[in-house]
């Protein structure tokens, strides 16, 4: 019994560093996705407001080009629109 405890506690030291990895790369595509997403509904705007200078969050969700739950997950994320383009903050 302490054999087959010790193995799988060998197996776990093994695999948690290796799932903590996974879920930092998995979050790191999310937040690119998801500054994608801004960036295609900035374009958007843009090219239904030909006249607008200035595009912000609260314009997205108003005009909705992004959902209140998107705006919270980009702001969430850091991602900013600066010059028309969305980018990462970190």
Do not use: C, W
Not at 18 to 42: C, D, K, S, W, Y
Not at 65 to 86: C, M, N
């Amino acid at each position: 019994m302490t054999i087959v405890l010790f193995i799988i506690s060998l197996l776990v030291l093994i695999i948690l560093p290796n799932l903590n990895g996974q879920r930092h790369h998995a979050q790191g595509i999310h937040r690119h996705a998801m500054e994608t997403v801004v960036q295609g509904q900035v374009t958007a705007y843009l090219d239904d407001h030909q006249t607008a200078t200035h595009v912000t969050y609260t314009a997205l969700e108003a005009g909705r080009y992004l959902t209140p739950q998107q705006v919270k997950q980009a702001q969430r994320e850091g991602i900013k629109i600066h010059d028309e383009h969305s980018e990462d903050a970190s």
